[in-house]
Nanobody, 122 residues
């Protein structure tokens, strides 16, 4: 049974930093995990992509939403099946529930974590 477990959310003042972590388990092997990413959903809004990172043979490629470029950094540790999101210069509009996502490399099925709340006060 695949599970994604996020940690690291919380309350921070504008301009501050938070780091999120997500541990994936239950995949047949670490090579079964394709792209991993972070999405967020604010109250009354649709879930949106924050950042996504692929798993190349030697290099991981990352893409970011325009709203977080230069402030957020996504990374992953393939050996540990983990993905991270470092969030700097946080703004009140970054307030949302942040969800970890992992795509099965062969089937393309999307797995989701339970979400972690990030609240940025002004």
């Amino acid at each position: 049974q695949v599970q994604l477990v996020e940690s690291g959310g919380g309350l921070v003042q504008a301009g501050g930093s938070l780091s999120l972590s997500c541990a994936a388990s239950g995949f047949e092997s670490i090579f079964s995990i394709g792209p991993m990413g972070w999405y967020r959903q604010a109250p009354g809004k649709q879930r949106e992509l924050v950042a996504i990172i692929s798993s190349g043979a030697n290099t991981n490629y990352a893409n970011y939403a325009d709203s977080v470029k230069g402030r957020f950094t996504i990374s992953r540790d393939n050996a540990k099946s983990m993905v991270y999101l470092q969030m700097n210069s946080l703004k009140p509009e970054d307030t949302a529930v942040y969800y970890c996502n992992a795509k099965h490399r062969r089937s393309g099925y999307d797995y989701w974590g339970q979400g972690t709340q990030v609240t940025v006060s002004s």
